[in-house]
């Protein structure tokens, strides 16, 4: 049972693609150019919105995570005659990792106290926001 939120964000991009993410190289996967940029752009964002007036968050604490993404188109526009599917092949569940370790970098904490994730997929074009919405509540 959630306690309450303690903190709420937006990060007003959304991060890149899976296969944006990474350059493979001899000595293992690497954070691409496009990944950097993202977490330099992202972590300004979240920092931003830190009130330094609450109290920190606190280690060792069970929390639950609200991830919201809002893309900017959910559905294909040639559904069902021209496209394959009705929905945009963009899979978030290989972003959650990412917004995840951006968080415990920015907040202080160890990403392994998200005990709960909640993951939402939203178009962008309805809500008038491209991006992540973010919410941390205690459990």
Not at 19 to 42: C, E, H, I, L, W
Not at 43 to 49: E, G, N, P, V
Not at 97 to 102: G, I, S
Request: charged residues 30%.
């Amino acid at each position: 049972m959630s306690r309450g939120c303690v903190f709420k964000a937006e990060i007003p991009l959304l991060p890149p693609s899976v296969n944006r993410m990474y350059v493979y190289t001899r000595q293992g996967p690497r954070p691409s150019s496009d990944m950097k940029k993202f977490k330099a752009k992202a972590s300004t964002a979240l920092t931003k919105q830190i009130s330094f007036t609450d109290k920190p968050l606190k280690k060792n604490t069970p929390y639950k995570l609200y991830l919201d993404f809002h893309l900017q188109k959910l559905l294909n526009k040639g559904w069902p005659k021209k496209a394959k599917t009705k929905f945009k092949k963009r899979d978030v569940s290989n972003l959650i990792k990412v917004v995840e370790d951006l968080l415990s970098w920015c907040l202080g904490i160890d990403d392994s106290c998200f005990l709960e994730v909640s993951v939402r997929k939203l178009d962008g074009s309805v809500s008038g926001f491209i991006g992540v919405k973010i919410e941390v509540h205690e459990v």
